[in-house]
């Protein structure tokens, strides 16, 4: 049977996409997750600033009335914690249930000192992966059709090592770190996904051509992976020619394989090519754990509490979860009402064109959900 790329059943076809790292020990890692009694799953919410704490309450009743076996220990952990105790508490929920979603965390501090919450959960939990899948939504009016884009990043070091320090007054050096075991980490779980979810070729974005030995490093690391997989076509793009044909020509591209900090970059542009910061989700994996949160990590904190916040991209990482959890049934239930709503009934927040409101998004998928529920 063929099913279009586009159709929302394609997120589920290939279940074995959603982590090929921890796919060979699917049971073992899923069998953790089960809470003590019931047979139903724990996992760790950070609710995080802006509109992420009412997004995770749409999460929940969406989760509750659908009947979905999984139930959330929250962490307050946001911009006004300042005490690394809270940290620790998320980090210690996360390493007892195995998985989390979150809402992005924003910095506040300007001490030097005083490192992002986001980037201490990265490197605490050894995510060292994060990947975005960037795809067009016939709903949605965009300037490019038929986007298909894997881009998957290296999580864990470059630019967001914080090493930093002022070397004399008014000089700052401040330190990329790149590693051959971390480039070539994140280059064979790239492979690997290319190859599980039937792509053709990898792109290494890379700016090499001036930062020769860090740059230099990761690429030829990359280069050195790709031969082991004679199946997948291997090329690389400087980071600036990069940004520049993605916003132009972006069919050229499949799977962009990217150090941190161009990940970053990378992963707002993609998500502006489908319809802004309130539509794709993100997913964070590890050799342990997996943390699910939206693409773009935008707080939404000019928007909070005014009910205008697109919750498509928050339901899409719930989504995410239920996948990895193997909640195949649920998460099919809830991704279809999400593309019914987008793409059918059309029901946009503002930042898309539309007039709804946030709890117009959600009880219109709710009620999908509802209904197929009882069928």
Wanted: aromatic share 6%; charged share 20%.
């Amino acid at each position: 049977m063929f099913i279009s790329r586009f159709s929302p059943s394609t997120l589920f076809v290939k279940s074995k996409q959603i982590c090929p790292l921890l796919f060979a020990n699917k049971k073992s890692q899923v069998d953790q997750f089960k809470a003590k009694y019931g047979g139903r799953f724990m996992v760790t919410m950070l609710p995080g600033d802006g509109i992420g704490p009412e997004l995770m309450g749409h999460v929940k009743e969406i989760f509750r009335l659908g009947g979905v076996p999984v139930d959330f220990e929250e962490v307050h952990l946001d911009s006004t914690a300042q005490h690394i105790d809270n940290v620790e508490e998320a980090i210690t929920s996360i390493k007892r249930n195995g998985v989390a979603i979150k809402g992005n965390i924003e910095t506040r501090s300007n001490n030097p000192l005083f490192r992002s919450r986001n980037v201490v959960l990265r490197l605490e939990l050894d995510l060292f992966v994060n990947l975005l899948h960037c795809r067009s939504q016939p709903g949605i009016k965009t300037r490019h059709n038929n986007i298909d884009i894997i881009l998957i990043r290296q999580n864990t070091e470059g630019e967001y090592s914080c090493l930093e320090h002022e070397s004399v007054s008014g000089v700052v050096e401040s330190l990329k770190v790149i590693t051959r075991e971390k480039s070539e980490e994140i280059a064979r779980f790239a492979f690997d996904y290319a190859v599980r979810s039937n792509r053709k070729k990898v792109t290494a974005v890379h700016k090499a051509n001036i930062m020769k030995l860090a740059d230099g490093l990761f690429l030829n690391t990359c280069a050195e992976i790709a031969q082991e997989y004679p199946q997948i076509e291997f090329d690389n793009i400087i980071i600036d020619n990069c940004s520049m044909q993605l916003v132009s020509n972006p069919h050229q591209f499949d799977v962009l394989l990217l150090p941190n900090l161009y990940g970053n970059i990378l992963n707002n542009i993609a998500c502006g090519l489908v319809g802004g910061p309130g539509i794709i989700s993100g997913q964070n994996f590890g050799h342990e754990y997996a943390v699910f949160e939206t693409g773009s990590r935008n707080t939404g904190k000019g928007i909070a509490g005014k009910n205008i916040a697109n919750p498509v991209a928050m339901l899409n990482a719930s989504v995410d979860l239920l996948q990895y959890l193997g909640l195949y049934k649920h998460a099919k239930i809830i991704g279809d009402a999400i593309y019914q709503t987008v793409n059918v009934d059309k029901v946009h927040t503002p930042d898309l064109g539309g007039t709804a409101r946030t709890t117009d998004v959600v009880q219109n998928v709710l009620q999908i959900v509802q209904d197929k529920t009882r069928m």
